[in-house]
């Protein structure tokens, strides 16, 4: 009877170890996946960011005029709107 206890403690500690290494196993992979994941989202992140980049200095270049006035524009709007908020105060 002491031999049979110890067995199945001996063969319930096996099976602990092994569910225990499968579940190391499946953490460790489902990690791995994440971090690909992020890695894959940032490379994008940064290949969209470079092409908006080139696409801007290309605008800007073919329509240096439209550029000027339309930042022209949109800094007087800003200053208007600033003046007006502090006038309200």
Do not use: Y
Not at 52 to 58: G, I, L, V
């Amino acid at each position: 009877m002491t031999q049979s206890v110890l067995e199945r403690t001996g063969d319930q500690i096996a099976e602990t170890a092994r569910k225990a290494s499968r579940a190391t196993s499946a953490v460790a992979d489902a990690f791995e996946d994440g971090v690909e994941a992020a890695r894959r989202a940032a490379k994008q992140g940064g290949d969209a960011a470079e092409e908006f980049m080139d696409d801007t200095t290309k605008r800007l270049k073919r329509h240096p005029i439209e550029t000027v006035a339309a930042t022209f524009a949109v800094g007087v709007a800003a200053g208007i709107l600033i003046g007006w908020m502090l006038k309200r105060r």
